[in-house]
């Protein structure tokens, strides 16, 4: 089958001693420095010259990844539903099937 990415939920925190934000699949609790034992480190977004409050924006947008790729998949099953009766426009449509195509294996 589809290789699926690691479930959600996903959490961005700063690690206030590397100057990072971390996304792991627990936050960093207060007084550590590292997700707790077992959580996942997903991705580092590090402060590498970009502008103040990018790093954290870059790590809350992979953070919510999970979510969005929910929202996404319930988004189509309603496009496809016979019964939805709202109007959508194509372009609409399509961005979702684009990013859809982008997200997934």
Not at 1 to 18: C, K, L, Y
Not at 51 to 60: L, M, S
Not at 80 to 101: F, K, Q, T, W
Request: glycine share 8%; aromatic share 4%.
């Amino acid at each position: 089958g589809m290789t699926q990415p690691t479930p959600g939920p996903w959490f961005a925190s700063e690690h206030t001693d590397a100057d990072c934000w971390i996304v792991a699949t627990a936050p960093i609790l207060r007084g550590y420095r590292r997700p707790p034992p077992g959580a996942l480190e997903l991705a580092v977004m590090a402060d590498d010259g970009l502008a103040p409050g990018v790093p954290e924006a870059n790590a809350r947008l992979i953070a919510a990844a999970p979510d969005l790729l929910a929202a996404l998949r319930e988004a189509e099953r309603e496009l496809h539903n016979p019964s939805y009766g709202g109007s959508i426009g194509l372009d609409v449509a399509e961005m979702v099937r684009a990013a859809l195509a982008k997200a997934t294996p």
